[in-house]
Nanobody
Framework: VQLMESGGGLVQPGGSLRLSCVASGFSVSTNDMSWVRQAPGKGLEWVAGIRSGSGREDYKDSVKGRFIISGDNVKNTVYLQMNSLKIEDTGVYYC??????????RGQGTQVTVSA
């Protein structure tokens, strides 16, 4: 299992970023996928998930209406579109397969910094 995130960066409040997660060694279409983040000095926090089969999307309350998780089965990639970013969205964002608490099925992360 390998997951490679990209797309992070520095953005002003109110801006947008699109994170990508390219998977290898398994299919994103047959596994529950999620995005989690870790803010400076804080623990891991689940942000969004998409379920295999149904495609059901779930979001942390604070990102509902601003973030969208999606998948591309052909590219075996999961995305996180982040709009109306806030300073409190700052952190390292990780893509995860299955249980996001398992570091063996998470990527290396991509840094998102929201700052004026």
């Amino acid at each position: 299992v390998q997951l490679m995130e990209s797309g992070g960066g520095l953005v002003q409040p109110g801006g947008s970023l699109r994170l990508s997660c390219v998977a290898s060694g398994f299919s994103v279409s047959t596994n529950d996928m999620s995005w989690v983040r870790q803010a400076p000095g804080k623990g891991l926090e689940w942000v969004a998930g998409i379920r295999s089969g149904s495609g059901r999307e779930d979001y942390k309350d604070s990102v509902k209406g601003r973030f969208i998780i999606s998948g591309d089965n052909v590219k075996n990639t999961v995305y996180l579109q982040m709009n109306s970013l806030k300073i409190e969205d700052t952190g390292v964002y990780y893509c995860a397969m299955g249980n996001p608490a398992d570091p063996r099925t998470r990527g290396q992360g991509t840094q998102v910094t929201v700052s004026a």
